[in-house]
């Protein structure tokens, strides 16, 4: 391109930019194209009357709009070809393979990324995304795993390779605390129960639940290795409700219901080769009438409970479409009975919403 007709485009470009562009607030949004508002997937299938909704997902910074965004695809973009301006900007920032979860009660969403060692934070409020990935000087996270948030608000990072819970500031992400080096083997879920000021996590690698205090000294543990009742083989992921806590017992394929000092309530699940068994089941999370969500990773289902243990809806099955699941792992329910599935091997959390019984 003529050097004069090119500078002349950018002083073009600059002027465009400066008085039709002015920066806007970025907007988060959960509707990405796969999702649109007609013919919204529901569960069960109609005729019958649907209990959960398919919302869209989280993927990354492509979540975030701006009023802009209608400029730029046209006049705009035309002028930053011309003028050679954007064509090398840096790929989008993804989730790569998303683990676990947890909102906050302002609405930030927290998710953890293994293939990123790193803490996705997502601002619905404010319409940003951030990435925290260093917790201090030559210190960095390695395998993010379980989420929780703390007693004082703060955020508690479990990373299964460090071996540690890290208690972080939940609006700047800085490192204030950690707790479990040397006591746990290879941490993974962990849930915190305000009304006993306990901390539970899953040490998966010794096959046990440990119970830490508010300031993170091990007080506790409940069970051992083994597959009779109150025992493990490589629990995962927690959940807490009612005083009954939820547990992942993965190998043992099965749900254990525990009382915080360990007592047995209920065993839910059993190993099988049908939809509504389990075979490696991973996350689990309540809602607010006290439906269990357990993810069966292997099969790349969302299996709904109730706490009897009855099967009462199971979502998605294999696949990369909508209202799918390629190894899901973790899931989560925020306080407006949202259900997020962090679905790992597509590279997505992917939300729905509980809207009760009729």
Known sequence: MNVSLKAALLLVLAGFLTTACAPTQRVMTFEMPQAPHANRLVWPDPPAPARIVYVGDLVGESNFISSTDDVKSGFRRFLEVLAGVGLDSPPPQVLRRPQSGVTGPDGRIYVT?????????????????????????????????????????????????????????????????????????????????????LIFVADTQAHDIKVFDRQG??????????????????????????GKLFIGDVLNARIQVVGVEGRIFNVIGERGLYVGN??????????????????????????????????????????FASGRFFLPSGVWVDQHDRIYVADMLNGRVSIFQYIGNP
């Open 217 to 242: 000294q091990l007080v506790d543990s409940i069970g051992q290795r083994g597959d009779g009742e109150g025992e493990f083989n490589a629990p995962v992921y927690l959940a807490y409700q009612g």
């Open 113 to 197: 990324d293994v293939g990123a060692s790193a803490l996705f934070v997502f601002d619905e409020i404010n319409g940003t995304m951030d990435i925290w990935s260093g917790l201090a000087k030559g210190l960095n996270f390695v395998a993010p795993t379980g989420v929780a948030i703390g007693i004082d608000g703060q955020l508690l990072v479990v990373d299964s390779e460090l071996g540690e819970v890290f208690v972080l500031n939940s609006q700047s992400g800085e490192l204030l605390n950690r707790f479990g080096a040397g006591v746990l083997q290879r941490p993974t879920g962990i849930v915190v129960v305000p009304e006993h000021q």
């Open 278 to 319: 389990l075979t490696r089941p991973k996350g689990v999370a309540l809602d607010s009438d006290g439906n269990l969500y357990v993810v069966e990773s292997y099969y790349d289902h969302l299996l709904v409970f109730n706490q009897q243990g009855q099967l009462l809806l199971p979502i998605g099955g294999p696949g």
